[in-house]
């Protein structure tokens, strides 16, 4: 016989659920890292995790000790010196909103596993679409992250080309042979799942076209003209032109209206991978940045990232729902064609996935608790802080500033003042050694060839003090390491 304690019915005990929920609300509390990282190499983790530390007795008081261990060991995103990656402090209503999914467990495929859960779907799904200024016919559906949500702009782009232009269905027959022509164009430092979805839609990635991009990393739109003129002297056919809308180091937004523009022109699918600056949707300061962003044919948006979601928690917006129908399949036992003839929704005809998550139900309960304001204020501050650092940095001895900041990244190096130093090895050994030491974890990339380090302010509440001192640490590690 199953106990109950660990097994959720109709008729659960209330005291042991609560005392389950308590139970890790306190583990979290007490052993949550009070610094960015413990520092702890592979190795070292490895030990803790030990074969007989995984397969322990049962017990509450083994699972207890689990949760600490893992809590202990994990990156503190919360904490202002954490500032690498596009990896965001959840909001406390997201983590209750959290709680609610888990318990539940609906499944997103058939409305008899999720009826309410659909609902809600639907409606935030068709609201977001409406907030990003797509007309009536738009629809969407909630993924995984930006890179499922890439994947299926360029999906739903190949297929919409080969049934206008070819006549012809992907999902019965496969892909023609004509399909060799097909190109996708996006810039020089649009995100590398362009190439992956290029891989896995059967193209390869040399169907990807990289354009040129101007000093502030944004795609110029000179060069996607010549590239498109370029590619109709070989006989090539673009795809789709994928603009973005916030790069993963800089930012940067593509000019949307001109890339708008040339995509009409060439009778072309226009995807916006706004994974990162569709946030700007809920910023009254700052929205007119991306102007231009409803003429997109489909676009994504991540909610994990400025809107400081628990992962996942993204969303794929297309503009004419019927686009989806490329992608629908039916099956017996879930999604019969009489619960459609029937108006009953079932969600598994609008996404790649089966089984998935309520997640919009935490991204309800957030603009619920927090409003709009509060919300375009929260954006606003991480934008400020970016600019706030990029000015120490500007201002800071042996710093230099790779690109002004377009939204809440900073990307700069440590100049090594001693001849003859390899400032590449220098500027990789700063972000090791914060890392190691667990005070900071701090981004990298390279700029031209060059190694770089890089914040992503992700946090709010981070002050700008704390921004101030973290540029000193740099400073402070760079110089010990010239020293030798």
């Not at 994974?275 to 003429?295: K, V």
Request: one cysteine or more.
């Amino acid at each position: 016989m199953f106990e109950s304690e660990f097994l959720m019915s109709a008729n659960i005990s209330q005291d042991a659920y609560r005392r389950l929920i308590s139970e890790a609300v306190s583990v979290v509390g007490d052993s949550f890292p009070k610094s960015p990282y413990e520092g702890k190499n592979p190795t070292e983790i490895g030990n803790l995790v030990s074969t007989e530390f995984l397969l322990q007795e049962p017990g509450t008081a083994q699972v207890a000790e689990i949760l600490r261990t893992v809590v202990a060991n994990s990156i503190s995103v919360s904490h202002p010196h954490t500032a690498a990656h596009l990896h965001c402090p959840p909001l406390l209503a997201s983590l209750a909103a959290e709680v609610v999914i888990s318990a539940l467990n609906q499944s997103m495929d058939s409305f008899d596993q999720a009826p309410i859960a659909t609902i809600v779907e639907q409606k935030m799904a068709r609201w977001l679409c409406a907030q990003a200024g797509l007309p009536t016919s738009a629809d969407g559906t909630f993924t995984t992250g930006g890179s499922q949500s890439n994947y299926m702009g360029l999906l739903l782009a190949r297929d919409t080309f080969l049934r206008k232009h070819w006549n012809w269905s992907a999902q019965k027959s496969g892909l023609p042979p004509e399909a060799r022509q097909l190109r996708i164009l996006c810039s020089e430092v649009a995100h590398f799942t362009v190439e992956k979805s290029a891989s896995q839609l059967g193209l390869g990635t040399d169907a990807v076209v990289r354009v040129a991009v101007d000093d502030h990393f944004r795609m110029e739109p000179a060069a996607l003209r010549a590239a498109l003129t370029s590619l109709q002297a070989q006989s090539l056919r673009p795809m789709a032109i994928v603009a973005t809308a916030g790069t993963t180091d800089f930012g940067s937004i593509d000019p949307l209206p001109e890339l708008v523009a040339a995509a009409r022109a060439a009778n072309t699918w226009l995807h916006v991978d706004a994974a990162y600056g569709g946030a700007l949707l809920f910023s009254a300061e700052h929205r007119p940045r991306i102007d231009g962003i409803a003429q997109a044919d489909s676009l994504s948006i991540d909610f994990h990232k400025l809107l400081w979601q628990p992962i996942p928690c993204s969303v794929f917006l297309v503009r004419e729902a019927q686009d989806f129908d490329s992608i629908k399949m039916h099956a017996d036992y879930l999604n019969p064609e009489l619960d459609e003839a029937a108006g009953v929704p079932n969600l598994v005809t609008t996404s790649l996935l089966t089984s998935r998550r309520f997640d919009a139900l935490k991204l309800w309960i957030s603009l619920q608790s927090l409003g709009r304001i509060q919300l375009a204020a929260m954006i606003d501050r991480t934008i400020a802080l970016a600019a706030y650092s990029a000015e120490v940095v500007r201002a800071t001895q042996s710093l230099e500033l790779m690109c002004e900041p377009q939204l809440s990244t900073v990307v700069f190096r440590y100049i090594p003042r001693q001849a003859g130093l390899d400032a590449d090895l220098i500027n990789a050994a700063i972000r090791r050694r914060l890392f190691e030491t667990g005070s900071a974890v701090i981004g990298h990339t390279r700029v031209h060839g060059q190694q770089c380090l890089k914040f992503t302010c992700m946090n709010p509440a981070a002050s700008d003090s704390q921004m101030k001192e973290l540029i000193e640490m740099v400073r402070v590690q760079g110089k010990e390491l010239e020293r030798g």
